[in-house]
T-cell receptor
């Protein structure tokens, strides 16, 4: 089915370290979206990817659309305390109508 | 960038009360909005798709008579939790995307609903 599997489920790192997380699926996606959710708030769009092989940056964040269209990764360089939160990948639902499928999320914790 | 406003941010009320949550797209028109429910430490669960000028489309297992959705204009959708009970307590989030193709969804800040 159209499941998105995110790994790792949680990360505990030191401030200043680089972070890498990924999202995989058994089915092809034509769009990959990465969102970040802070506690008690709604998800905020970080990066949107629309083309296989595309590599896009947003400040210290970099995301790539896998060439097979079945995966995507998100990297964060030189992590800072405000990077703490849950990172979700998402892609268009097979039913269309602008619906999204979400991964389970990667919870990032940073030790100062 | 695209902004979605959700109100109220927090509601605490007694069991049996009906609660209305508003979702507004502030700087774009949205023919479609979405309502999600999120349990602690879980991902977002889509409840329904709100369609401007027509009935909402509910996901399997979501009671449409319990969760009433109205999308009266291109910038406003409302979710009413009718006769709320403690098990309806949750974090409810709306999202919207602009009419143009390939516009990603933008989310509101969510509503924390607590039913006593």
């Amino acid at each position: 089915g159209q499941q998105l599997n995110q790994s790792p489920q949680s990360m505990f790192i030191q401030e200043g370290e680089d972070v890498s997380m990924n999202c995989t699926s058994s089915s092809i996606f034509n769009t990959w979206l990465w969102y970040k959710q802070d506690p008690g708030e709604g998800p905020v769009l970080l990066i949107a990817l629309y083309k296989a092989g595309e590599l896009t940056s947003n400040g210290r964040l970099t995301a790539q659309f896998g060439i097979t269209r079945k995966d995507s990764f998100l990297n964060i360089s030189a992590s800072i305390p405000s990077d703490v939160g849950i990172y979700f990948c998402a892609g268009p639902h097979i039913q269309g109508a602008q619906k999204l499928v979400f991964g389970q999320g990667t919870r990032l914790t940073i030790n100062p | 960038g695209a902004v979605v406003s959700q109100h109220p941010s927090r509601v605490i009320c007694k069991s049996g009360t009906s609660v209305k949550i508003e979702c507004r797209s502030l700087d774009f028109q949205a023919t479609t909005m979405f309502w999600y429910r999120q349990f602690p430490k879980k991902s977002l669960m889509l409840m329904a798709t709100s369609n401007e000028g027509s009935k909402a489309t509910y996901e399997q297992g979501v009671e449409k008579d319990k969760f009433l959705i109205n999308h009266a204009s291109l910038t406003l959708s409302t979710l009413t939790v009718t006769s709320a009970h403690p098990e309806d307590s949750s974090f409810y989030i709306c999202s919207a995307s602009a009419v143009s193709v390939n516009q990603p969804q933008h989310f509101g800040d969510g509503t924390r609903l607590s039913i006593l």
